[in-house]
């Protein structure tokens, strides 16, 4: 004989029934353990706006560009992936996206490198792909030292 759903559901939980809201609720946290993994807080990420296509971040408000090594995570207008600028040396500067080019993921920045920690992929300071899965580089902003500042071209 065959249980109908209501008996088979009866058996199943017993006396420790889960109701529909637990079960909601459940999906909902863990949806936002995915989505944290994908493009969580960054500890340090800054907020900045653009004007006109360009970000202009001057060495007062981030000192870490004004020296050789330094170098900040930004999201440019409160929108989008975030961006690390990175001062080369003293006369270069460099400005990567940090969505992975695999399937989009945050790429974190670390001691050891650039690495998407949802499929492994590591990418080189300078963006290009050292481990795949992705096959692209990161995408790669202009910039430039000028004065007391650096200028990205964002749009």
């Known amino acids: 004989m065959m249980a109908n759903d209501s008996d088979l559901n009866s058996s199943?939980?017993?006396?420790?029934?889960?109701?529909r809201r637990e079960v909601m609720a459940l999906?909902?946290?863990?949806?936002?353990?995915?989505?944290?993994?994908?493009?969580?807080?960054?500890?340090?990420m800054r907020e900045v706006e653009s004007s006109g296509g360009t970000l202009q971040l001057g060495f007062?408000?981030?000192?870490?560009?004004?020296?050789?090594?330094?170098?900040?995570i930004v999201r440019?207008?409160?929108?989008?992936?975030?961006?690390?600028?990175?001062?080369?040396?003293?006369?270069?500067?460099?400005?990567l996206s940090l969505a992975c080019t695999h399937l989009g993921c945050t790429v974190k920045v670390s001691q050891e490198g650039l690495a998407c920690p949802c499929h492994g992929s590591r990418f080189s300071a300078a963006g290009d792909v050292t481990k795949?899965?992705?096959?692209?580089?990161?995408?790669?902003?202009?910039?430039?030292?000028?004065?007391?500042?650096?200028?990205?071209k964002v749009g």
């Open 12 to 19: 199943l939980v017993g006396a420790d029934r889960v109701t």
């Open 27 to 44: 999906g909902t946290g863990l949806a936002a353990a995915a989505l944290v993994g994908c493009g969580g807080k960054i500890e340090g």
């Open 76 to 95: 440019v207008d409160g929108k989008g992936k975030p961006m690390l600028v990175r001062r080369v040396n003293d006369a270069e500067v460099s400005a």
């Open 132 to 152: 795949g899965p992705a096959k692209a580089p990161l995408e790669r902003f202009a910039a430039a030292i000028e004065g007391e500042a650096v200028i990205v």
């Open 60 to 72: 007062q408000a981030h000192p870490e560009l004004a020296r050789s090594g330094g170098e900040v």
